[in-house]
Nanobody, 119 residues
Framework: QVQLVESGGGLVQPGGSLRLSCAAS????????MAWYRQAPGHQRELVAA???????IYADSVKGRFTMSRDIANNTVDLHMNSLQPEDTAVYYC?????????????WGKGTLVTVSS
């Protein structure tokens, strides 16, 4: 199956920046939309950004203008560049995608990486 491994989380001060990476175990060409989700304490998991195979990248209103998603086809990796981080961005960030199993599209998730924004 598909393995997704996130990295880059950590502690950062308000106004700081972090780059999260998600490494997939197979070519991105074999996968559907790559996406980043996050789950903050006391909140539901929410979509942060998505990179469809076709069309424009999608961002949640709360991160638009601050976060940028990119992909590196050669390295089977997608990144989330986070700028101007705020305490409200504190959450576990998860990488997500879908793969065809012969019958249907199946969701795959990474284990998550913790981002803490605090003074």
């Amino acid at each position: 199956q598909v393995q997704l491994v996130e990295s880059g989380g950590g502690l950062v001060q308000p106004g700081g920046s972090l780059r999260l990476s998600c490494a997939a175990s197979r070519s991105l060409f074999s996968l559907n939309t790559m996406a980043w989700y996050r789950q903050a304490p006391g909140h539901q998991r929410e979509l942060v950004a998505a990179f469809p195979k076709t069309g424009s990248r999608i961002y949640a209103d709360s991160v638009k203008g601050r976060f940028t998603m990119s992909r590196d086809i050669a390295n089977n990796t997608v990144d989330l560049h986070m700028n101007s981080l705020q305490p409200e961005d504190t959450a576990v960030y998860y990488c997500n995608t879908q793969a065809w199993n012969g019958l249907q599209w199946e969701d795959f998730w990474g284990k998550g990486t913790l981002v803490t924004v605090s003074s």
